[in-house]
């Protein structure tokens, strides 16, 4: 089977199936003052991208972790010097957002779901939330953070009332159910987003996402939003089974 046939004759309908299964209603998603989340951003920028307003918002209650070392992304200088460049950058997004804590992991480029053993290190059960990207996403190490999120849960103590909760970088989420109002912090994800200047070098991708926050503000009638599709770990893992396993 072909891609595009297993795409529309697989994928999607399992997809179409978990949706009509679940609340999509949008509601605000509040972070609460003792609430405790851990971010995972597969590459040096998916964070600032996919939620930098909300880590700028609730700075205090969240660990971000970036996956990879991101040579892949800046092919034009040596793997060590390129490693250097993206984790600064990250952690430059980070002291801008003022979160918590921020730490790279320099698991390889594009092989994320090799990197299971790094994440097993990690002590899940404080958590309240677990950030990842979209399922679905096109970048293959997006989905494969959810795959590894998935084994953790299945292998490591955390709290039963966890929640899962999928943030957009490169494939838009096809019907969020929570959003954050940004608006207040709209700036300091800008200037988060400046802080990748080799990605931006590439391409200029601060008007695109930028725009995706007003177009998500439309429904929550605020002026910038992050959107996000927050699922309970019994819906979680059966949509990951469902789609990839």
């Known amino acids: 089977m072909n891609l595009k046939s297993f795409v ?8 179409y199936k978990f949706y009509l299964s ?8 509040y972070i609460k003052e003792t609430d405790n989340a851990l971010f995972l951003a597969p590459h040096a920028d998916d964070e600032s991208l996919g939620a930098g307003g909300t880590l700028a918002k609730y700075p205090s209650n969240f660990d971000v972790i970036c996956l990879t070392n991101g040579i892949k992304g800046l092919k034009s200088l040596p793997p060590e010097e390129a490693k ?10 980070m002291r801008i957002a003022k979160v918590r804590s921020a ?25 309240d939330y677990i950030f990842v990207p979209n ?11 959810s ?8 292998n490591k103590p955390h709290k039963e009332s966890i929640q899962i909760v999928f943030y957009e970088v490169w494939s838009s989420l096809a019907l969020p159910n929570r959003f954050i109002d940004i608006s207040d912090t709209a700036e300091i994800k800008e200037k988060m987003l400046e802080a990748h200047k080799s990605q931006m070098a590439l391409r200029n991708y601060l008007p695109a996402s930028m725009g995706l926050s007003k177009y ?3 429904t929550p009638n605020v002026k910038n939003a992050e959107a996000f599709l927050a699922l309970d770990e019994k819906t979680f893992k059966q949509l990951v089974k469902e789609i990839y396993i």
């Open 103 to 127: 730490k790279v992991l320099n698991i390889d480029d594009r092989d994320v779901i090799a990197g299971y053993d790094e994440l097993e290190k990690i002590d899940i059960q404080q958590y």
């Open 216 to 218: 998500r503000a439309l």
């Open 22 to 29: 679940i609340n999509t209603k949008q509601t605000p998603l």
């Open 8 to 15: 529309f004759n697989k994928l999607l309908p399992k997809i």
């Open 147 to 154: 795959i590894i999120v998935k084994k953790l849960l299945d």
């Open 84 to 93: 250097k460049v993206r984790e600064e950058e990250f952690l430059n997004a």
């Open 135 to 145: 399922l679905i996403d096109t970048h293959k190490d997006h989905k494969s953070v």
